[in-house]
Structure formats: structure tokens, C-alpha cells
């Protein structure tokens, strides 16, 4: 009997202490959002939800399934592909507002991850535009013959 009340309150804890690490990782994912356009460190995240470092690196990856610093990588460049897709902003100053150090950085990333530069991205963002106007500026209302 004492052996079963035990591992009641133990499943009691532990499932109290997942619900506190749940909303830990929540909670730096939000620190993470807005702060994605500044220099940021593990440190940094891992002291806004009050763990160490260490501990906050095994609690976001068992969280998220992903290290710190590829979400950080990922959302970043997430970013800039919705920037470069929905803005003419020139790609330095994305890759500035990214929280990239210099456009080289985004780049290399960038191709890393999609397999294409964003100067690629841009212009076949644009060339989308443009027939999008296009097809939206011709009278349809001549009749065929």
C-alpha cells in the first residue's frame, strides 16, 4: 500500500514537472519570436526561462526535437524567405532584420537549408509578381471571334 501511494505521488510530480518544463520551452520559443532580429546566446534564452544552460539544451531539444540553435537557425531564416517573397526590402537589410551579421551568413544558410540563394527567391518572387499584374491588368471582356 505504501509502495503504490508512492508512485501515485511520484506520477503526481512527474507529470507536474512536465507541465512546468512544457511551459518553459513555450516560454522560450516566445523569447525566441521576438527576439529573432538581435544577437541572442543560449545563455541568454536558457537565463529568461531561469534554467542553466545545460539543462535548458536537453529540456529544448526534448521539447522541440530540434538543438536551440538550429530553431534559432530556422526561424530566422523562415523569416527572411517570407521577407524576401512579400517585400522589396534589399536582401542585406533582411538579413540585418533576421538577426544575421552580414548577408554572406544568410546566404550560405539559406542555400544550406532550401537549396536556392535568396537573390533566386527575389527575383523569382518577382517575376511572379509581374504575371500576377499582368494577368489582372488585361480586359477580358473582348469577345472571341
Known sequence: MRYERRCMESDLQFSQRCVHVEARVQQSIEYIEAQLDAPMTVAEIANHVFLSPAHFRRV??????????????????????????????PIVDIANQCGFAHQAHLTRLFKRRFGITPGRVRSDANSARSISSSLTARDYSTSCP
Open 60 to 89: 529544448f531539444k526534448a521539447g522541440t526535437g530540434e538543438a536551440v540553435w538550429v530553431f534559432v537557425q530556422r526561424r530566422r531564416i523562415e523569416r527572411a524567405m517570407a521577407m524576401l517573397e512579400q517585400t522589396d526590402r
